[in-house]
């Protein structure tokens, strides 16, 4: 059995994540997510937030179970049985950042890498522009699952003025 790792952050869940798990989950047997859990990186969903947007995104793809992992992906790896990480490649930019991460997993522990590209029209889909364009109230309608439209409109929503009492005026 071929079991593959898709690692990540997925802080938010976005079409271009889906689009390269339907592919892994079409290549491999079995395909892991793993979501990175970083405490000193900042996020805007927490870790059960983030695997729960998964769980609903993969629900129509049996042989794709959602996980989180601290530490080395490689150890991940190890200790789950993958035998192959994949990761969706959206440009040359992404592609020098992953080949780099690619030779680096493949010396620690020599575990391979399959690079997916990504479908054209979503080479543009990255969490963390979604994010930015969202903050502004842009548009991100289609480049979200339906279901995290409305976590991230509440999560990137300004907190509401408190009015002053009386009291704390003078
Ligand atoms: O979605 P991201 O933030 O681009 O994912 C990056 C991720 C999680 C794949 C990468 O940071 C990672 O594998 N982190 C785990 C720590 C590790 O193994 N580092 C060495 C990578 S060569």
């Known amino acids: 059995m071929r079991r593959a790792v898709c690692p990540g952050s997925f802080d938010p869940l976005t079409v271009g994540h889906l689009d390269v798990l339907a592919r892994a989950a079409g290549l491999f047997d079995e395909v892991v997510v793993a979501v990175l859990v970083n405490e000193s990186k900042s996020?805007?969903?927490?870790?059960e937030e983030r695997l729960e947007m998964l769980?609903?995104?993969?629900?129509?793809?049996?042989?794709?179970?959602?996980?989180?992992?601290?530490?080395?992906?490689?150890?991940?790896?190890?200790?789950?049985?993958?035998?192959?990480?994949?990761?969706?490649?959206?440009?040359?930019?992404?592609?020098?950042?992953?080949?780099?991460?690619a030779h680096m997993n493949e010396r620690l522990a020599a575990v391979q890498t399959v690079l997916l590209p990504t479908a054209p029209d979503l080479s543009f889909?990255?969490?963390?522009?979604?994010?930015?364009?969202?903050?502004?109230?842009?548009?991100v309608s289609?480049?979200?699952?339906?279901?995290?439209?409305?976590?991230?409109?509440?999560?990137?929503?300004?907190?509401?003025?408190?009015?002053?009492?009386?009291?704390?005026?003078?």
Do not use: W
């Open 43 to 47: 996020s805007l969903f927490n870790v």
């Open 55 to 101: 769980r609903r995104g993969v629900a129509d793809l049996p042989n794709v179970s959602v996980d989180s992992f601290e530490g080395l992906l490689v150890d991940f790896c190890r200790d789950h049985d993958v035998t192959a990480i994949v990761k969706g490649v959206r440009s040359a930019v992404d592609l020098g950042y992953e080949v780099q991460m």
């Open 125 to 139: 889909v990255a969490s963390s522009l979604v994010k930015e364009v969202a903050r502004f109230g842009g548009d």
């Open 142 to 170: 289609g480049l979200v699952p339906s279901f995290v439209l409305e976590p991230l409109r509440r999560r990137l929503e300004p907190p509401a003025q408190t009015a002053l009492s009386h009291e704390d005026a003078t």
